[in-house]
T-cell receptor, first 113, second 118 residues
Framework: AQSVTQLDSHVSVSEGTPVLLRCNYS??????LFWYVQHPNKGLQLLLK??????LVKGINGFEAEFKKSETSFHLTKPSAHMSDAAEYFC???????????FGTGTSLTVIP | GAGVSQSPRYKVAKRGQDVALRCDPI?????LFWYQQALGQGPEFLTY????????KSGLPSDRFFAERPEGSVSTLKIQRTQQEDSAVYLC????????????????FGSGTQLSVL
């Protein structure tokens, strides 16, 4: 069975401080992992994806995520938050069999000026 | 077009009405997904097409939900006899290749259709 757990439904940070959005997954096999961002009234946009080439994945807008197999985690980080980062973030698991992408319940990021 | 287009953007239906939601994927994209996103939740899988073939419809919540993609491009999600629990945002996503070919395939999402059933 596959599942995705986003540990925080809401995260609030001050502008210029680090961002950490946590994601844990369970999967029978080595999955592909993604982070998507959803701004209000806009479509989901891919931030980054884990392709098994490197455990530290760099994405757009300064975001990174580290795949830790031993912890079954794929946490999203950014060194310095910007006001434009305020959005809903989804961790997504794609098992290596089948055709489904499994979304977490999302983390709402608020950036305080 | 430049991206995935969905119409209408908003749809209000009276309970019991039938609705049809349209998705125009990126031209040439093989894979097409429909997702349902309830308020405050992550998107939930409904169905998957590879070209015109509906390979997976395991996520459709009832036989009132029907999806088609007859020519392998535009897709329509139809909901018959709508119920209040059908109120959600319906998202369409497309991908260049067949999902079975590459596990790290990128999905391109439309902005969704927000369905409200009164």
């Amino acid at each position: 069975a596959q599942s995705v757990t986003q540990l925080d439904s809401h995260v609030s940070v001050s502008e210029g401080t680090p961002v950490l959005l946590r994601c844990n997954y369970s999967s029978s096999y080595s999955p592909s992992l993604f982070w998507y961002v959803q701004h209000p009234n806009k479509g989901l946009q891919l931030l980054l994806k884990y392709t098994s080439a490197a455990t530290l994945v760099k994405g757009i807008n300064g975001f990174e995520a580290e795949f830790k197999k031993s912890e079954t985690s794929f946490h999203l980080t950014k060194p310095s938050a910007h006001m434009s980062d305020a959005a809903e973030y989804f961790c997504v698991v794609r098992p290596n069999t089948g055709n489904q992408f499994y979304f977490g319940t999302g983390t709402s990021l608020t950036v305080i000026p | 077009g430049a991206g995935v287009s969905q119409s209408p953007r908003y749809k209000v239906a009276k309970r019991g009405q039938d609705v049809a939601l349209r998705c125009d994927p990126i031209s040439g994209h093989v894979s097409l997904f429909w997702y349902q996103q309830a308020l405050g939740q992550g998107p939930e899988f409904l169905t998957y097409f590879q070209n015109e073939a509906q390979l997976d419809k395991s996520g459709l919540p009832s036989d009132r939900f029907f999806a088609e993609r007859p020519e392998g491009s535009v897709s329509t999600l139809k909901i018959q006899r709508t119920q209040q629990e059908d109120s959600a945002v319906y998202l369409c996503a497309s991908s260049l290749r067949s999902i079975g070919v590459a596990t790290n395939e990128k999905l391109f999402f439309g902005s969704g259709t927000q369905l409200s059933v009164l």
